[in-house]
């Protein structure tokens, strides 16, 4: 059974940082593509992130790029969100979301990824 939990969330003033983990189960880790996304109450779900296979590529929505990186460690089974120059308006809960078929021209779309951690929170405090 394939698993993806998130950790690390938590409360944090503004301009301080986070690093979120997600702990991959049940899945070949590094045959699979990870995303992260986040949702705000009353918000879609939005892209936050990309990291190919390899770890070698990656992508950022414009709103958090050069605060936020992502990155993997396919020996661990677990990817990271590390967020710094953190805002208030990044509070969300935040998911990390595993495919093994997704394609980069597909990264910020959440329909294509199969599977989903059960999100962790994030706020910023200001």
């Known amino acids: 059974q394939v698993q993806l939990v998130e950790s690390g969330g938590g409360l944090v003033q503004a301009g301080g940082s986070l690093r979120l983990s997600c702990a991959a189960s049940?899945?070949?880790?590094?045959?699979?593509?990870m995303g992260w996304f986040r949702q705000a109450p009353g918000k879609e779900r939005e892209f936050v992130g990309y990291?190919?296979?390899?770890?070698?590529?990656?992508y950022y929505a414009d709103s958090v790029k050069g605060r936020f990186t992502i990155s993997r460690d396919n020996a661990k089974n677990t990817g990271y969100l590390q967020m710094s120059s953190l805002k208030p308006e990044d509070t969300a809960v935040y998911y990390c979301?595993?495919?093994?078929?997704?394609?980069?021209?597909?990264?910020?779309?959440?329909?294509?990824?199969?599977?989903w951690g059960q999100g962790t929170q994030v706020t910023v405090s200001s």
């Open positions: 979301a595993a495919d093994n078929n997704i394609v980069a021209k597909y990264k910020s779309d959440a329909k294509k990824y199969d599977y």
């Open positions: 049940g899945l070949s880790f590094s045959s699979y593509a």
């Open positions: 990291v190919s296979r390899s770890g070698g590529i990656t």
